[in-house]
Nanobody, 115 residues
Framework: QVQLVESGGGKVQAGGSLRLSCTAS????????MGWYRQAPGKQRDLVAR???????GIADSVKGRFTISRDTAKNTIYLQMNSLKPEDTAFYYC?????????WGQGTQVTVSS
């Protein structure tokens, strides 16, 4: 079993910054990728950023230049540094970890950006 614990969400004014963290624990043999999705009310869940086992990263165009994903491999932890936040970044942010063909999700953390 794998558990994901997220932290760092909250409320911030437009232009502000937040840093999300996600730690995976449990039976983890080999991580294929870890990353973040977000879902706003009434919308689909979209990929925000991910980091592969190789260390290469992918960032959604909507947040490119503002968000950065990084990791601490020894701690099975990833971070999402979110700068220059906009009201449209308001959403529930979900961490995931892919272990081969198996995907596990965190409980999510709310990010609210006020104008």
């Amino acid at each position: 079993q794998v558990q994901l614990v997220e932290s760092g969400g909250g409320k911030v004014q437009a232009g502000g910054s937040l840093r999300l963290s996600c730690t995976a624990s449990g039976t983890i043999l080999s991580i294929t990728s870890m990353g973040w999705y977000r879902q706003a009310p009434g919308k689909q869940r979209d990929l925000v950023a991910r980091i592969l086992s190789s260390g290469s990263t992918g960032i959604a165009d909507s947040v490119k230049g503002r968000f950065t994903i990084s990791r601490d491999t020894a701690k099975n932890t990833i971070y999402l540094q979110m700068n220059s936040l906009k009201p449209e970044d308001t959403a529930f942010y979900y961490c995931y970890v892919a272990l081969g063909g198996d995907v596990y999700w965190g409980q999510g953390t709310q990010v609210t950006v006020s104008s």
